[in-house]
């Protein structure tokens, strides 16, 4: 097995209050051979402040985009794993910092295991501020103290569990991958400007082989704070669309590269989101037959004519009925 040298790639936006505990903290690991800060257009000070950070240190070295422009955060992580000169890749949010011994469990695994292409660790929540958790909450966030899923899903299962959301999920702060890995899945869509991780994040479970490692005890913490990009107030119709974005990328990367089973499970979660999110929280339902209300989500797919028509192909093959069990339930 190779030298475990991992390349952690931060992107800065708006983060200058942060980002210098975060890349101490990644060159703290002994496992870190490089840390790559993508700066992205950032409002505040975090450009002199990523600047310095590079002077001072021999690991840091510093990206922009051209002319400084703003191009979101999967554009940034994405130069960032262009320019990476090592085997394995990491991630860390500019705001979030890891905790001692980051790597130390991953890189046994790796060790122990050479057909592992990554490896997914827990991640917990340090809360800011009242203010802070509050927004989060709102914004309908989960407010587990710790990021995880539970042990013993088979690599095979990993990514079902993850498309299927009913066995937890892991950050990107937690994962930690072959640099070889992208070369089946990709990189991040950059059309994304939210959710981008979590679709690279299924893309790599896709087609990659990740095994657990720390579940019981973070790696890395994640902050919550008045600034979080993801938590900022949307409406409930903007929240749809961001998130029917975000399936329909992986369904229509799924189509291209998947086999029939991941296109099957992908399609069955986008249509199973479109028919579960409400637009609106207090609507009443009791004044409508469930059939009436499953019909009128149903009709948001007009937006969407290519899972419109795959949908209906589908049924009218006799599979992917929609369960009335479930379809009361989603309602």
Known sequence: M?????SVIIPVYNAAAYISQAV???????ETAEVLLVEDGSPDNALEICQALASEHDKVRLFRHPNGENRGAGA??????RNAKFDYIAFLDADDYYLPGRFSVASE??????????????VAMRVESDEGMDRWQTAGKSDRKLQTTPPGIPPEEVAEALIKGDKGYFQLNGLVIRKSVLEKSGLMNEGLRLHQDTEFIQRVALTSRLLPGRLDM????????PENRVSAPRSML???KDRMKHWLSLYRWVKQHGSK???????????SFNRSHKFFAKFPRNLFPDALLFMARQLRLVAFPELLIDQWLHFGR???????????RDL
């Open 238 to 240: 903007k929240q749809y």
């Open 218 to 225: 973070p790696v890395a913490m994640w902050r919550v704070h």
């Open 76 to 81: 940034s992580r994405n130069l960032g794993m």
């Open 24 to 30: 101490e903290s990644a060159l703290a690991q002994p």
């Open 318 to 328: 006799g599979t992917n009925k929609p369960d009335s069990h479930k379809l009361r």
């Open 261 to 271: 089973e991941q296109q099957s499970l992908v399609r069955e979660a986008t249509l």
């Open 109 to 122: 695994v790796f060790r122990l295991d050479p057909a592992c292409e990554g490896i997914y660790e827990a």
């Open 2 to 6: 190779n030298e475990f040298k991992v």
